[in-house]
């Protein structure tokens, strides 16, 4: 999108206001609001804001952080357009006074990753699947406790939401996003709306106005949208299972008509490198103290390091190839979950893959049967590992892999690292309600 054009939408639209949108390190949308007319100023030389004040990022310090736009993600916010003004957000990547990108952006943070695979030749495609659960609130507010309704996998009849899946539907439209399929998921109040792949930062870019998107419907609905991995106990998670795939002079790089799943050598190292480094990863994509509820046995999420083509308890699944349409060859990491942050979570995917390419690393051999029907001897005999157990496990696994942290850079994986270990600490510390009704008249 040029200037002219958003000047006409601008216009168009009547646009009052533009929301300058970022990401801080564990993937929370922050913004500077500006009224429209400063956005000419904005484009020309950026819009000062205090990193001190953003999680993850500048010491007191080395506070001052400059914004700049990219212009082709401006978009007219769509929920805003019948209020007599509208509202426009634009996607900002994040600079230091000196004009050097800000090492610890997220957004950059993934862009150095994507110029590693170009070096190669290669270029990255993800396409995300979001989980997602809806609530109701009380009549003072507060949340229920209990999903939004009973419905079932694909279930139309029963469930009460599909006027709401179809409301977020047209808002990520709006946004310019290409909505899939939206359907009804496994457990109670749980959806799951599909977007097109497409390049990671643009891909990036899309997961974070989805889980925006969503969470405003929700709200100007009566309802609250929550990402969270686990929020009910004896009920499925929700996931984030990521599709990727690597393309080559235009053709899809993962696919070859001779082996076996018509995977080709680099998709077998893509795949290896990624097994080699799930430990690590996982700090990132499954990032949070509840992230590691969801990872367990019996709930339809990947517990065990494993690849295969039919089995959906495997780490990576590799969907069934179309020798005819061989552009949509592709695998599927399930273990990450919707609390990640994106740009995060696609950077050390990549470059997990890239590592296995590089290194020429040889994937293990596929797992067809279910692991969760093995008995613990099998998995040993099989040499099959796990994920880590809890967060703790996945910091401790992270500190370890030197490429995972490179990926994040010395300075700010240390902040990462430090953030998520006091997140570690508070759970480890805390009385839960399950330990007073289990304790407190026993002992």
Same mark, same amino acid.
Request: aromatic share 10%; hydrophobic share 40%; glycine share 6%.
């Given at each position: 999108?040029?200037?002219?054009?958003?000047?006409?939408?601008?216009?168009?639209?009547?646009?009052?206001?533009?929301?300058?949108?970022?990401?801080?390190?564990?993937?929370?949308?922050? $913004?500077?609001?500006?009224?429209?007319?400063?956005?000419?100023?904005?484009?020309?030389?950026?819009?000062?804001?205090?990193?001190?004040?953003?999680?993850?990022?500048?010491?007191?310090?080395?506070?001052?952080?400059?914004?700049?736009?990219?212009?082709?993600?401006?978009?007219?916010?769509?929920?805003?357009?019948?209020?007599?003004?509208?509202?426009?957000?634009?996607?900002?990547?994040?600079?230091?006074?000196?004009?050097?990108?800000?090492?610890?952006?997220?957004?950059?943070?993934?862009?150095?990753?994507?110029?590693?695979?170009?070096?190669?030749?290669?270029?990255?495609?993800?396409?995300?699947?979001?989980?997602?659960?809806?609530?109701?609130?009380?009549?003072?507010?507060?949340?229920?406790?209990?999903?939004?309704?009973? $419905?079932?996998?694909?279930?139309?009849?029963?469930?009460?939401? &599909?006027?709401?899946?179809?409301?977020?539907?047209?808002?990520?439209?709006?946004?310019?996003?290409?909505?899939?399929?939206?359907?009804?998921?496994? @457990?109670?109040?749980?959806?799951?709306?599909?977007?097109?792949?497409?390049?990671?930062?643009?891909?990036?870019?899309?997961?974070?106005?989805?889980?925006? @998107?969503?969470?405003?419907? @929700?709200?100007?609905?009566?309802?609250?949208?929550?990402?969270?991995?686990?929020?009910?106990?004896?009920?499925?998670?929700?996931?984030?299972?990521?599709?990727? &795939?690597?393309?080559?002079?235009?053709? =899809?790089?993962?696919?070859?008509?001779?082996?076996?799943?018509?995977?080709?050598?680099?998709?077998?190292?893509?795949?290896?490198?990624?097994? $080699?480094?799930?430990?690590?990863? =996982?700090?990132?994509?499954?990032?949070?103290?509840?992230?590691?509820?969801?990872?367990?046995?019996?709930?339809?999420?990947?517990?065990?390091?494993?690849?295969?083509?039919?089995?959906?308890?495997?780490?990576?699944?590799?969907?069934?190839?179309?020798?005819?349409?061989?552009?949509?060859?592709?695998?599927?990491?399930?273990?990450?979950?919707?609390?990640?942050?994106?740009?995060?979570?696609?950077?050390?995917?990549? $470059?997990?893959?890239?590592?296995?390419?590089?290194?020429?690393?040889?994937?293990?051999?596929?797992?067809?049967?279910?692991?969760?029907?093995?008995?613990?001897?099998?998995?040993?005999?099989?040499?099959?590992?796990?994920?880590?157990?809890?967060?703790?496990?996945?910091?401790?696994?992270?500190?370890?892999?030197?490429?995972?942290?490179?990926?994040?850079?010395?300075?700010?994986?240390?902040?990462?690292?430090?953030?998520?270990?006091?997140?570690?600490?508070?759970?480890?510390?805390?009385?839960?309600?399950?330990?007073?009704?289990?304790?407190?008249?026993?002992?």
């Amino acid at each position: 999108m040029q200037i002219e054009q958003i000047k006409e939408e601008i216009i168009k639209h009547r646009v009052k206001f533009v929301h300058l949108q970022f990401s801080d390190l564990l993937g929370i949308l922050k $913004a500077v609001t500006i009224p429209v007319h400063q956005l000419g100023e904005v484009i020309e030389h950026g819009k000062w804001f205090d990193g001190s004040s953003i999680e993850g990022f500048a010491r007191i310090s080395e506070s001052d952080m400059l914004l700049r736009p990219d212009l082709q993600t401006f978009k007219v916010i769509p929920w805003t357009k019948n209020n007599g003004y509208a509202e426009a957000r634009i996607v900002c990547d994040v600079f230091m006074p000196d004009g050097e990108p800000f090492v610890g952006d997220p957004r950059y943070i993934l862009k150095r990753q994507v110029m590693e695979a170009k070096k190669l030749g290669l270029d990255y495609f993800v396409a995300p699947e979001l989980e997602f659960f809806l609530l109701k609130r009380n009549e003072d507010g507060t949340l229920a406790k209990l999903p939004h309704d009973k $419905a079932g996998y694909f279930d139309q009849t029963i469930d009460g939401a &599909s006027a709401v899946r179809n409301a977020m539907s047209l808002a990520l439209q709006g946004f310019g996003m290409d909505v899939e399929a939206l359907h009804h998921e496994v @457990a109670d109040g749980q959806h799951e709306i599909n977007f097109k792949y497409d390049e990671p930062i643009k891909t990036a870019d899309n997961t974070m106005t989805f889980k925006y @998107a969503l969470k405003m419907v @929700a709200q100007k609905m009566g309802l609250h949208t929550t990402f969270m991995a686990k929020p009910f106990f004896g009920i499925n998670g929700s996931g984030m299972h990521t599709n990727q &795939s690597l393309f080559q002079n235009g053709k =899809n790089a993962f696919f070859s008509a001779e082996n076996k799943y018509n995977l080709s050598d680099i998709a077998l190292q893509f795949i290896a490198g990624q097994l $080699a480094h799930i430990k690590a990863m =996982n700090a990132i994509t499954n990032p949070t103290v509840n992230s590691y509820k969801r990872l367990v046995v019996g709930y339809e999420a990947p517990v065990y390091i494993s690849w295969g083509q039919t089995n959906r308890s495997a780490l990576i699944r590799i969907p069934r190839v179309n020798p005819e349409k061989p552009s949509s060859t592709r695998c599927e990491l399930r273990c990450p979950d919707p609390t990640c942050n994106p740009y995060l979570a696609y950077a050390v995917m990549l $470059a997990a893959g890239l590592d296995g390419i590089k290194k020429g690393l040889k994937a293990p051999a596929p797992v067809e049967e279910s692991t969760y029907e093995m008995t613990p001897e099998e998995i040993i005999n099989r040499g099959i590992d796990t994920v880590p157990r809890d967060l703790y496990g996945a910091l401790r696994a992270l500190a370890k892999d030197d490429l995972i942290k490179a990926v994040l850079g010395e300075e700010i994986f240390k902040r990462y690292y430090d953030i998520k270990m006091k997140e570690w600490d508070d759970f480890r510390i805390h009385v839960s309600e399950w330990e007073r009704e289990r304790y407190l008249e026993v002992y």
